[in-house]
């Protein structure tokens, strides 16, 4: 067993013991450790980030913890050959066409902040790679969200940080306000502006067919903008859209997994959540590129208008394209495995069997009518095709019919307040 002796950074000299056990998961004590730190006072983000430190130590002996020593110097990495066989069809040379300064992230320098400024007040979510909490700006008392970083590689967290410096200020984007790190545990936090978000299980549910209309319209604005300086997200799902519904803002967060697009080069397909990988990824196609996003919206849209949260319900990866293909059919998905000389896992082939596409209309009930009009399915239909480069753009869904009163709307309020916006 492992044991943790009197820690002196903890309040009242808490003793903290731990018992490693196959029946207790490593994430359950971790968390329960922290929330008796968090619940004894409202820590500083420093004695905070050392209890972190000295917990992920106990935890993961042998781990190694990020070093203060400085980057060797070296030349960036340049953009690959081209594949005229694998270009996005829209800025598919954003990357290119920009200094290496702006994509090599490996070369970034952080300039660290004052980590004293902020308090830890409440734990609001976690993920994967990170605990996020809502904290407090003590210069000014204003609210903030601290998002404490995982032990992770150094580029990886270099590669986060970078993408958010160069998307600040785009539309409907979180805003990294301060990136600070322990002198000590090193453990790294980033700043974010805050947002009133409601969950999407309680507020979906609620929302008019008008208000969807509008929120995925503010969706696609944070989508184009990225996009269009490229950048892929990689990990669009509920969770990471932020709507304070008072206000009518919406913020697309967690760009953990978002990443510099270049045309031709081969990508992770270890990326986004299981119920909005694209096809690509299911099928191990590491030539993707924007549109991923854009499937991973439309598993969003159809969750949303059909009341089938989630829509794709897959109980792993494999399963998850089988469900995709009782929807889309197989006749098209060997289409496109054969467009892209792409060859299937035979254990995945055997699991896919036949299946006949299903119309949208298969999926309108009584309870979801209101929400799905001729509009609506032409523009998911354009969203989820098997075909990444079949797929709508983000510019191009904006342009869309369905979002014609939204359009309309904010044209109107434009007009009645041109400094609005």
């Keep these: 067993c492992l044991r943790l002796a009197t820690a002196s950074y903890l309040p009242g000299c808490m003793l903290l013991r731990m018992l490693r056990c196959p029946h207790e998961s490593l994430s359950r004590i971790r968390t ?38 400085k980057a060797t110097p070296r030349a960036p990495t340049p953009p690959p050959v081209v594949d005229e066989s694998a270009r996005a069809r829209v800025h598919a040379d954003a990357c290119i066409d920009r200094p290496p300064e ?6 970034l320098n952080v300039a660290w902040g004052d980590q004293d400024r902020y308090e830890v007040v409440r734990k609001v979510g976690r993920g994967k790679y990170s605990e996020v909490f809502e904290g407090i700006d003590v210069r000014d008392d204003t609210r903030c969200i601290i998002k404490i970083l995982k032990p992770v590689k150094k580029k990886k967290i270099k590669r986060e940080i970078k993408i958010l410096q160069n998307i600040k200020g785009g539309t409907n984007i979180i805003k990294l306000m301060d990136t600070v790190r322990d ?47 490229g950048i892929m997200h990689r990990d669009v799902k ?11 803002q919406l913020r697309l967060i967690d760009w953990g997994l978002a990443e510099f697009y270049f045309p031709g080069r081969e990508y992770n397909v270890r990326v986004a959540s299981r119920y909005f990988k694209g096809p690509e990824l299911l ?45 889309l059919g197989t006749d098209s998905l060997f289409d496109y495995l054969d467009t892209y000389s792409i060859e299937l896992n035979s254990v995945l082939e055997n699991k896919l069997g036949s299946h006949a596409r299903k119309p949208w209309s298969k999926f309108v009930t009584a309870e979801n009518q209101h929400l ?33 009163p939204v359009r309309e709307a904010e044209a109107a309020s434009m007009q009645a307040d041109p400094s609005d916006g």
């Design 32 to 69: 329960s450790l922290l929330s008796k730190f968090i619940s004894s006072s409202r820590p500083t983000l420093r004695s905070f980030d050392r209890s972190q430190k000295h917990i992920v130590s106990a935890l993961f002996p042998g781990l190694p913890m990020a070093s203060g020593s």
């Design 102 to 107: 702006y994509w090599d992230y490996e070369a």
């Design 183 to 229: 002198p000590n545990a090193r453990t790294p936090s980033l700043v974010f502006e805050y947002v009133n978000n409601t969950d999407f299980k309680v507020l979906y549910p609620t929302l008019s067919d008008l208000d969807i209309r509008y929120y995925l319209y503010e969706l696609l604005k944070a989508l184009a903008f990225c996009h269009s300086v």
């Design 238 to 248: 509920p969770h990471n859209v932020m709507i304070d519904h008072q206000k009518r």
């Design 283 to 327: 099928v191990d196609y590491q030539l993707y590129d924007y549109s991923l996003d854009m499937w991973s919206l439309g598993c969003m849209m159809a969750a949303i208008i059909f009341k089938r949260e989630p829509f794709f319900f897959g109980h792993d990866n494999h399963d998850q394209l089988v469900k995709i293909a009782r929807v």
């Design 372 to 404: 799905v009009s001729a509009e609506a399915i032409d523009l998911l239909d354009k969203m989820l095709r098997y075909d990444h480069m079949q797929r709508i753009t983000s510019e191009e869904a904006m342009a869309h019919p369905y979002f014609a």
